[in-house]
């Protein structure tokens, strides 16, 4: 059946990189993985999905983001002049489809931290990096993974109370709390983000065909993992550095301290928690370390999948390209998913039900690709950056 779609399925477009798709479906299905299935063990342990794919998919999510980012105003070539104030007009208006997509998806009973409504203001501010090269940005997003962090830590005490929920239109009647929450308090806050989106940009800006770059950026980005993570370990193996993020518990033990903090830290550390915190590896913790690691796990998953695709004869790329299909329309796609978590709509919120959450994803997906189609969404936000782009043309 698979190989009959692939057959009758449009071939991809010549620019087109099938493994970009393949990495955005594997964050879409992790997403999913952390919103359906149970995040600890009986004894208190993470899951495995949640070990796997916990604060690592959504940082895949952002670091594409960016890639498409820099794909969508000139590739490895930034646009210059007028053509570059189009692009960004056409961005900033898919910036703000996305995050009123967001705000209609916090509207519902899903249970979920929507992360759509942080998503298009992170567009928003990657806008004034679009004349950058890959090297500049490069560069740019390592020093951000340290310093955005801090400045989190030191301004966060003086903002408004976080409210724990996902954005949505109400809130808009009290924008500076929405406000401090979307950038800085809540749980995919988009300035410390933005270092994923930067790294994103840099890879956009490469040329990502053949096999040695993506090569590259996979051992690179399992280096950047391991070491991030061990030095984390490390700093934090210290009694007093434990103490300090966990004052309560002065004899909490080293394996103790790792239970406590491998769980979601759900966008942030505490807002009035010691500078130590920034020493920890935490999903969704957005700490130095935190950053370093989930950008470093994003590179191996994109160079892996740019590999392997890059590997495959040209009938295994349109099979995969089908069967992946659902990364090109990861907007409708998520979208979909928050609805089907509703309590009135099928499936039942159960964790065994994380197997249909996927096939409708990937099937709807293949459908789409099969038929040579953009997603609904996707033509949506997309529709004004293409009408720009006419203009430019004539």
């Not at 010549?14 to 493994?19: A, D, E, N, P, S």
């Not at 270092?195 to 950026?217: F, K, N, S, V």
């Not at 759900?266 to 500078?275: E, Q, V």
């Amino acid at each position: 059946m698979v190989s009959r779609l692939a057959a009758l399925a449009p071939q991809p477009p010549v620019r087109r990189l099938v493994g970009l798709d393949v990495a955005r479906c594997l964050a879409l299905v992790g997403m999913i993985a952390t919103h359906v299935l149970e995040s600890r063990t009986a004894n208190g342990e993470l899951t495995f999905a949640h070990e796997l794919a916990g604060g690592r998919a959504s940082a895949l999510f952002a670091v594409l983001a960016g890639v498409t980012l820099a794909l969508l105003s000139g590739g490895r070539e930034p646009l210059q002049g007028g053509d570059r104030r189009r692009a960004a007009t056409g961005l900033a208006i898919r910036a703000a489809l996305v995050a009123l997509v967001g705000l209609g998806l916090g509207e519902l009973e899903t249970g979920l931290a929507i992360i759509l409504t942080y998503y298009g203001v992170l567009f928003l501010l990657g806008l004034p990096f679009l004349a950058l090269r890959a090297r500049s940005l490069a560069m740019l997003a390592a020093a951000w993974v340290v310093a955005a962090p801090v400045v989190s830590h030191l301004v966060r005490p003086a903002l408004p109370e976080r409210r724990w929920e996902s954005p949505h239109f109400e809130q808009l009647g009290d924008p500076g709390p929405l406000l401090s929450e979307l950038l800085l308090t809540g749980y995919y806050p988009a300035v410390p983000w933005l270092a994923y989106l930067l790294a994103g940009m840099a890879l956009g800006r490469c040329d990502l065909r053949g096999r040695a770059l993506p090569a590259a950026l996979a051992a690179g980005g399992a280096g950047l993992a391991i070491l991030a993570t061990t030095i984390s370990r490390i700093a934090t193996a210290y009694p007093q550095v434990r103490e300090a993020i966990f004052p309560r518990s002065p004899d909490l033990g080293r394996d103790e301290f790792l239970v406590l903090v491998s769980g979601s830290q759900h966008g942030t550390t505490p807002a009035d928690g010691a500078w130590q915190w920034l020493l920890i590896v935490s999903p969704h913790s957005a700490t130095p370390f935190d950053l370093a690691q989930t950008i470093g796990s994003s590179l191996l998953v994109i160079g892996l999948c740019l590999l392997l695709v890059d590997l495959l004869p040209e009938a295994g790329r349109r099979t995969v390209a089908v069967l992946f299909g659902a990364g090109t329309m990861t907007l409708s796609l998520y979208s979909l998913h928050a609805v089907l978590r509703t309590p009135d709509v099928w499936p039942a919120e159960e964790p065994d039900t994380f197997i249909w959450h996927v096939l409708v994803v990937l099937a709807v997906g293949a459908f789409f690709i099969a038929i040579g189609r953009r997603g609904p969404l996707e033509a949506v936000v997309g529709a004004p950056g293409r009408a720009l782009r006419r203009t430019t043309e004539r």
